[in-house]
């Protein structure tokens, strides 16, 4: 099986540097990718063989796609790390298995893929999510689930818009509970961290219960993110070893 493009397009394809958006430190690598232009295909592969066509066979269109960018993310911030993996990384949990010694996150909305890498020696924890501008009717109506009165108030003194407020909290707890999860094995809702405060790019999400005796009630974690028009990205970066 192969994925090809056009290499003017596959070059458009890529989004622009994001990690300097981002303020990421150099031990941490990160790729994003056009959706769209996946979806015409791919010049740069997944590659080849029974392990791929058995992942992508009983997928939809709409999932390979998703599937194909997202991996491809992954292998380009592997090896800006350094790091050949075998493709498709294998999946537990429903999440990727990354190479021994290394930590990495997948992300997708309908228009852009991310994945994000850095090595066990350095951070214990690591988390990216990219989101769609939700829409601003939607926004009113989801805001009750995915922050408390306390911290819509707090958010709404730095980012005015609730659209973009209420994307922006959603986008930074997903990707905390995608760095935390792979520790605690728990499932959290929204209400398990909340917004405390606001630094230059980047929010302060404070854990309201203990989720494990590792990570207890109180604890801070700074989450970075960074705008792309209608688009935002969020990491979680954690230094220290597991």
Request: glycine fraction near 6%.
């Amino acid at each position: 099986m192969r994925w090809r493009t056009r290499a003017c397009s596959f070059m458009e394809a890529w989004s622009p540097d994001i990690s300097k958006m981002l303020g990421l430190p150099q031990d941490v690598t990160l790729s994003g990718i056009s959706i769209p232009a996946v979806r015409e295909a791919m010049e740069e592969p997944l590659p080849p063989g029974p392990a791929l066509r058995f992942a992508l066979e009983d997928m939809s269109a709409k999932r390979r796609t998703e599937f194909a960018a997202g991996r491809i993310c992954a292998a380009r911030s592997l090896r800006k790390l350094g790091v050949i993996a075998e493709f498709p990384l294998p999946v537990r949990d429903r999440l990727p298995v990354w190479p021994s010694g290394v930590l990495g996150s997948i992300s997708h909305c309908a228009t852009m893929a991310v994945a994000m890498t850095a090595m066990k020696s350095r951070y214990c924890a690591l988390g990216v999510d990219v989101e769609s501008l939700i829409d601003p009717g939607v926004a009113l109506e989801i805001q009750p689930s995915v922050c408390r009165d306390g911290e819509w108030i707090g958010l709404e003194n730095h980012v005015p818009c609730r659209a973009r407020s209420v994307t922006l909290l959603f986008s930074a707890k997903e990707a905390l509970y995608k760095a935390l999860y792979p520790l605690t094995g728990r499932f959290e809702d929204f209400h398990a961290a909340e917004f405390c405060g606001c630094e230059a790019g980047a929010l302060v999400l404070r854990l309201t219960h203990d989720w494990t005796s590792c990570w207890r009630a109180g604890t801070r974690i700074r989450v970075r993110y960074a705008w792309l028009d209608r688009m935002v990205v969020s990491a979680a970066f954690i230094p220290g070893k597991p």
